[in-house]
C-alpha cells in the first residue's frame, strides 16, 4: 500500500551495529504495527502501538525498540544487531475506530545481519 | 494456545481451474477472520474478511472464502485460476476480547502457483 512507506528498503549490517527502520503513513490511522517475517513462520508481532503515548510490546519484542514520533512515524531500532534478526520487517497501520478494520502494510525492509 | 493452520506450504493449480487454499484456527469464542495476500518485493494486501453474518465472503480480485465455524476453517476459494494469482497468501485470525493488544495471529502461509 502506498500509504505506508518504509525506509530503508534494503540494508546490510554487521552484527552489534545499531540500526532504525523507519516507516510513515499518511492513511491518518491511529494504530501502527512492526511485524517481522520469516520463512515458514509468518508474521510475528514486535512492537504496536495505539496512539503516540502509547506502546506495547508483542510476542517477541526482545533485542528490538520503537518510537512513535508522531502520529504518521513509527520506527523500529535493533539496539545491537545479531544474525538471526535477518528478515524481512514489516509497518502496518489500521483505525482503530473497529476491532475487525484490517490492517494496511508497507513494502518492507529487508535486512541482513553479518 | 491460539494459532492457525495452513496445512499446505504450496498450491499448484492449473490456470482456469478452480483453486482453494486452506486454514483451520484454534480460538476459542467467535474470531474475526483475514486473508491477506503478498506478491514477490511487496507487503500483504488485503483481500477479504469475515465479521459476521453469511459464512460466504467475496473480496477483491474475484476472491471469496467460506467461513465454517463447525470445522473451525476458512478457506480461501476461486472459481477460476488466473496466472497473475500466483503469490503467498496468509490467513490470519483477530481472537475475540482482544482490543486491548492488536493481535493478529498469521498462519504459516500458503503459495499458489497457477501454471498456464
Known amino acids: 500500500d502506498a500509504d505506508v512507506t518504509q525506509t530503508p528498503r534494503n540494508r546490510i549490517t554487521k552484527t552489534g551495529k545499531r540500526i532504525m527502520l523507519e516507516c510513515s503513513q499518511t492513511?491518518?490511522?491511529?494504530?501502527m504495527y512492526w511485524y517481522r517475517q520469516d520463512p515458514g513462520l509468518g508474521l510475528q508481532l514486535i512492537y504496536y502501538?495505539?496512539?503516540?503515548?502509547?506502546?506495547n510490546k508483542g510476542e517477541i519484542s526482545d533485542g528490538y525498540s520503537v518510537s512513535r514520533q508522531a502520529q504518521a512515524k513509527f520506527s523500529l531500532s535493533l539496539e545491537s544487531a545479531i544474525p538471526n534478526q535477518t528478515a524481512l520487517y514489516f509497518c502496518?497501520?489500521?483505525?482503530?475506530?473497529?476491532?475487525?478494520?484490517?490492517?494496511?502494510f508497507g513494502p518492507g525492509t529487508r535486512l541482513t545481519v553479518l | 494456545a491460539q494459532s492457525v493452520a495452513q496445512p499446505e506450504d504450496q498450491v499448484n493449480v492449473a490456470e482456469g481451474n478452480p483453486l482453494t487454499v486452506k486454514c483451520t484456527y484454534s480460538?476459542?469464542?467467535?474470531?474475526?477472520l483475514f486473508w491477506y495476500v503478498q506478491y514477490p518485493n511487496r507487503g500483504l494486501q488485503f483481500l477479504l474478511k469475515?465479521?459476521?453474518?453469511?459464512?460466504l465472503v467475496k473480496g477483491s480480485y474475484g476472491f471469496e472464502a467460506e467461513f465454517n465455524k463447525s470445522q473451525t476453517s476458512f478457506h480461501l476459494k476461486k472459481p477460476s485460476a488466473l496466472v497473475s494469482d500466483s503469490a503467498l497468501y496468509f490467513c490470519?485470525?483477530?481472537?475475540?476480547?482482544?482490543?486491548?493488544?492488536?493481535?493478529?495471529?498469521f498462519g504459516q502461509g500458503t503459495t499458489l502457483q497457477v501454471k498456464p
Open positions: 502496518a497501520t489500521s483505525d482503530g475506530t473497529s476491532e475487525y478494520n484490517e490492517q494496511f
Open positions: 492513511k491518518g490511522h491511529d494504530r
Open positions: 502501538s495505539f496512539d503516540v503515548k502509547d506502546i
Open positions: 480460538v476459542s469464542g467467535n474470531p474475526y
Open positions: 469475515y465479521i459476521t453474518g453469511d459464512n
Open positions: 490470519a485470525v483477530r481472537p475475540p476480547f482482544s482490543s486491548n493488544t492488536g493481535k493478529l495471529i
